[in-house]
């Protein structure tokens, strides 16, 4: 660290840029990826084969019961009806519910459809206390570090891909301001929280 900047990015110093280098310039980051390294990154298509297959295990909310379905890739902002929620302190997955506000100023908004909602919520599963916010499937293949299964979640943002791309790029520091450094969410730049900055995902299947 001792000034020089370089040496938070890579492990092994060089001047050569490999894939996965990251390019800091004047603020803004770039991920360099290099054909070699964007082979093993999934296409659109099989980041859509990977969602019908996380659907087709049929999660399910522990709670209620009822069947979960990630939204399709090409919907973002809307937080469909079916669509998973997880309390980022332990991983459990749910369908939305009202209930479970530690405080009394969280929203209640009804249909399901609240944005990540502000208040800390109790998980009815293991009673650890955290935000609750829904999961997205991260859209951008480019960002991810193999084509695994997605099993993982950024913290505290919700965003869902493979173990392997939760894990590298939670170890990755951006310049956060001018003098600190700051793993973030890929997909969307959210500063990453927790002691890992991301959870492995607790899907409950369906009874049987
Ligand atoms: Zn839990
Ligand atoms: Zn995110």
Request: with cysteine.
């Amino acid at each position: 660290m001792k000034g020089m900047m370089g040496k938070l990015y890579v492990e092994n110093e060089s001047n050569t840029l490999q894939d996965g280098s990251l390019i800091d310039l004047c603020g803004a980051t770039l991920l360099w990826r290099t054909p070699a390294g964007l082979r093993h990154t999934p296409t659109l298509k099989q980041l859509e084969s990977l969602r019908q297959e996380l659907n087709a295990a049929r999660p399910q909310c522990p709670v209620g019961f009822n069947t979960l379905a990630f939204p399709s890739l090409a919907q973002r902002e809307i937080v469909d009806k079916k669509q998973p929620w997880v309390y980022v302190n332990c991983g459990h997955v749910h369908g939305y519910h009202n209930w479970g506000y530690r405080k009394e100023k969280g929203p209640a908004v009804p249909g399901g459809t609240a944005p990540a909602s502000t208040g800390e919520r109790e998980c009815p599963m293991c009673r650890r206390v955290g935000p609750y916010v829904p999961l997205w499937l991260g859209c951008e293949g480019g960002l991810y570090l193999d084509a695994g299964p997605p099993t993982h979640a950024f913290c505290p943002c919700g965003h869902v891909c493979s173990e392997k791309t939760v894990v590298g790029w939670s170890q990755i520091p951006l310049p956060h301001g001018t003098h600190a450094f700051h793993a973030a969410c890929p997909f969307c730049g959210t500063w990453l929280t927790g002691e890992q900055g991301h959870i492995k995902l607790i899907f409950q299947g369906p009874v049987d």
